[in-house]
């Protein structure tokens, strides 16, 4: 299962990007608000990835925030959004204004999307609306995370993934990488949970 590519923008499209990573290129979907943040060719880039696999298929979605990404498997649990809906749903609206039309029941502002109906609408607010009012702080502490960027950030983003709480996280990593080694990503995040696991550390998991 793929979670995550980091490597050279090699081309991109406003629903398609190919990153090459050692030498192979993934074709990745991908939302407008994505495209519109990616660099230049040739750059390096880091997606978050939802792997969708089908009996007869495998498709990778890109997001450049977890809070995207998060958003996105949040719509294919809805009844009747796959995930080419979902895309168009996040290229039709951004994160900070989906999550609060759902939440409020914005019936009319859904159904402006291209490719959502009203039934869809309906139940994309009946089917989410109490799952997005419990999981967006998750969500916003994730996506914090992160936009840290660097191995920092990546191994503040494997901490959480742990259950580790997300102040304790950061801190954590912080005293971690000022110990040497901060651009190894292994080093950090042995160090880090040294670091949570040490006598009088209250960093428990959640």
């Known amino acids: 299962m793929i979670a995550q590519l980091r490597g050279t923008l090699s081309d991109k499209r406003p629903n398609q990007l190919i990153v090459e990573v050692g030498g192979v290129g993934y ?26 696999v089908r009996e007869d298929s495998l498709a990778l979605y890109g997001f450049l925030t977890a809070r995207e990404k998060h958003l996105f498997e949040m719509l294919l649990s809805a009844s009747g959004v796959g ?55 998750e969500a916003l502490a994730s996506s914090a995370a992160a936009g840290r960027g660097g191995v920092s950030g990546d191994v503040v983003s494997a901490l959480l993934n742990l259950g580790y709480d997300s ?38 998991r959640k």
């Open 27 to 52: 074709l990745v979907n991908i939302p407008l608000s994505t495209f519109y943040a990616l660099g230049g060719l040739r750059e390096e880039v880091v997606l978050l990835v939802h792997t969708h």
């Open 167 to 204: 102040r304790a996280a950061e801190a954590a990593v912080e005293r971690a990488a000022r110990g040497g080694g901060a651009d190894n990503f292994e080093a950090v995040l042995r160090a880090a949970l040294h670091e949570l696991s040490a006598p009088g550390k209250k960093a428990s």
């Open 83 to 137: 995930p080419t809906l979902a895309l168009k749903i996040l290229s039709g609206m951004s994160a900070d204004e989906l999550g609060p039309a759902i939440r409020e029941g914005d019936i009319a502002r859904l159904t402006r999307i291209p490719g959502v109906g009203k039934k869809t609408a309906e139940r994309m607010v009946v089917e989410l609306r109490d799952k997005l009012s419990a999981a967006e702080p």
